[in-house]
């Protein structure tokens, strides 16, 4: 995105109302009620995480609520999060008991001190990816695990919607956008070596997902949300994966460059 957002302007958009914005296109309409959805989308994830990392300490940035903590924790790691809306941070750490601090670099965390770490929905709205990335593998330990998830930029999708694609329309939330071969350039330059790729959709309502294909094609998937809700078939739930979120798990095989 150019121009960035300013610091500011980017620590009023993280508030607590980025989590209840109701608006679909900015944040998220009501993160809480997706509990189930994000419980379902670790529960995909951690495995993958865990064929290259044995259970240890693992670090969730951009942890929000802390649904993923539970689900890691209930799987034998000890976990910890960094969130910078405040009040969310203060809610994750009072539910699961952990620490959940506002700021990556003011959190304190020591050298080598996780052996996994999080950063799913996240590397996108970051105003400096490559200044975060130094920081994880500051905090890993050698040969520690890093699981990325990122939209997709030579995802289908996104060469066929452009503009119209979902994820191009959340700004200033996206500053960056990447796609395979620009973040495994990302990864090696901040020491971490891409070990292995897939992609990861969410389990969700028919009227919510044919919602978020609406203004891709609004004649036709408005049309298909008008019959959907009309059959009462909306509330109808499954997992939809449309194949433009990235998601890498890589090794820390060298300290970073910067």
Not at 137 to 162: F, Y
Not at 205 to 231: F, I, Q, Y
Request: hydrophobic fraction near 45%; glycine fraction near 8%.
């Amino acid at each position: 995105m150019s121009p960035r957002p300013t610091a500011s302007r980017l620590a009023a958009l993280y508030s607590e109302a980025y989590f209840d914005s109701r608006d679909p296109a900015c944040g998220y309409s009501v993160y809480r009620s997706d509990r189930a959805a994000v419980r379902d989308k670790a529960e995909r994830l951690l495995p993958a995480l865990e064929r290259h990392a044995q259970r240890g300490r693992l670090l969730d940035l951009g942890c929000a609520y802390g649904f993923i903590m539970e689900v890691a924790r209930e799987r034998g790691w000890e976990v910890a999060g960094i969130e910078p809306a405040q009040a969310v941070a203060v809610a994750a750490a009072e539910s699961l008991g952990v620490p959940v601090a506002t700021d990556l670099w003011g959190a304190g965390l020591a050298a080598g001190s996780f052996d996994a770490v999080l950063v799913w929905d996240v590397i996108e709205h970051l105003p400096d990816p490559r200044l975060a990335l130094s920081e994880l593998a500051r905090v890993l330990r050698p040969g520690g695990v890093l699981s990325v998830v990122t939209p997709d930029l030579g995802s289908l999708a996104a060469r066929i919607l452009g503009r119209r694609w979902e994820e191009m329309r959340k700004m200033p939330e996206h500053i960056y956008f990447f796609n395979r071969m620009s973040l495994t350039a990302l990864l090696r330059a901040t020491g971490f070596e891409p070990l292995e790729w897939g992609t990861v959709g969410k389990r969700m309502s028919l009227e919510e997902t044919l919602g978020r294909l609406v203004p891709a094609a609004p004649w036709l998937w408005g049309a298909a949300l008008t019959v959907a809700r009309a059959c009462g078939l909306g509330r109808l739930v499954a997992y939809f994966d449309p194949r433009w979120k990235l998601v890498v798990t890589a090794r820390l095989t060298r300290p970073a460059a910067c």
